[in-house]
């Protein structure tokens, strides 16, 4: 099993480009989740998605789109990217059996907005 | 709100010391709380949970962490240092409805040889 997947693992983008950030996980995992991290911030969560065909927003959703392709893949949008977006981004995602609640982590995706 | 402060930053210790990493929760019920541990340039690894079992938990790597209601407390400790411990590490509760977890702002571990 690969887990959670992400790429790019890097990107470097001009201010007002867009760009889609592609997640998968192999876990058959119900709920993924899209973070931020930014230094002695820990990590802020953008948008997730309970199950299927669900998303809803987290705590710092402005300037980002999503899409649940399916069961395996989460996609992260940004429209028109600003150097506030400039950030480690994490994909993660949690079974619901058996009432876990840990999330299982991509390796992260550093993007820098010039 | 569910919340948790991590009260250092930056810890340092020498190679083979003692290593305690502060966190304290607020939180309205029975609160879900973990540790993660982020390796330089990787993604984030599960340490160890508490789940309202046994109030002593033991971790991968010989990490242990102790939920103290009393104290809201949820410290991380391990009895002796090694190099590849030196990361950042990041206390975490669940959130009380829905899905969702909210992290601290992390703790950088240095291990000093």
């Known amino acids: 099993n690969a887990g959670v997947t992400q790429t790019p693992k890097f990107q470097v983008l001009k201010t007002g480009q867009s760009m889609t950030l592609q997640c998968a996980q192999d876990?058959?995992?119900?709920?993924m989740y899209w973070y931020r991290q930014d230094p002695g911030m820990g990590l802020r969560l953008i948008y997730y998605?309970?199950?299927?065909?669900?998303?809803d927003k987290g705590e710092v959703p402005n300037g980002y789109n999503v899409s649940r392709l399916n069961k395996r893949e989460f996609s992260l949008r940004l429209e028109s990217a600003a150097p506030s977006q400039t950030s480690v981004y994490f994909c993660?995602?949690?079974?619901?059996?058996?009432?876990?609640?840990?999330?299982?982590f991509g390796p992260g995706t550093r993007l820098t907005v010039t | 709100a569910q919340s948790v402060t991590q009260l250092d930053s930056h810890v340092s210790v020498s190679e083979g010391t003692p290593v305690l990493l502060r966190c304290n929760y607020s939180?309205?019920?029975?609160?879900?709380l973990f540790w993660y541990v982020q390796h330089p340039n990787k993604g984030l690894q599960l340490l160890l949970k508490?789940?309202?079992?046994?109030?002593l938990v033991k971790g991968i790597n010989g990490f242990e962490a102790e939920f103290k209601k009393s104290e809201t407390s949820f410290h991380l400790t391990k009895p002796s240092a090694h190099m590849s411990d030196a990361a950042e590490y990041f206390c975490?509760?669940?959130?009380?409805?829905?899905?969702?977890?909210?992290f601290g702002a992390g703790t950088i571990l240095r291990v000093k040889s």
């Open positions: 993660a995602s949690r079974s619901l059996a058996g009432g876990s609640y840990e999330q299982y």
């Open positions: 876990m058959n995992h119900n709920s």
């Open positions: 998605s309970a199950s299927e065909g669900t998303t």
């Open positions: 939180s309205s019920y029975s609160p879900s």
């Open positions: 508490y789940t309202s079992a046994a109030t």
């Open positions: 975490v509760v669940r959130q009380e409805y829905g899905n969702k977890l909210v």
